[in-house]
């Protein structure tokens, strides 16, 4: 009989918390993956060997990935927000006062 939710919950819970970083670091391979292959087939159409031009075309290909912001998820237009800064009371003395005061 098993106990608690397991070792695969807490996996699934890191998962589900990379998963979004997963994709856009996927989508910016996959796109320098298709910029590479394509200047490798204009190279090959120019007449230059495929194995000559993949092998210089490759190693580009991951500088410019490892170099781009392939994993920078911050997006967004707006400007940075101006924060007020709160009114400051002058500190004086308390004075205590108790039901005999006012007498």
Do not use: C
């Not at 919950?9 to 996927?26: D, Y």
Request: hydrophobic share 35%.
């Amino acid at each position: 009989m098993q106990r608690g939710h397991g070792f695969g919950s807490f996996l699934s819970g890191l998962f589900r918390s990379a998963w979004p970083l997963i994709q856009t670091g996927a989508k910016a391979l996959g796109k320098q993956v298709l910029r590479t292959g394509l200047q490798i087939a204009n190279d090959v159409a120019e007449g230059r060997k495929f194995k000559e031009s993949s092998l210089s075309r490759i190693p580009e290909g991951i500088k410019a990935f490892a170099s781009s912001n392939a994993f920078n998820t911050q997006s967004g237009s707006g400007g940075r927000k101006k924060r007020r800064k709160r009114a400051t009371r002058k500190s004086g003395k308390r004075v205590k006062k108790d039901i005999f005061d006012e007498l």
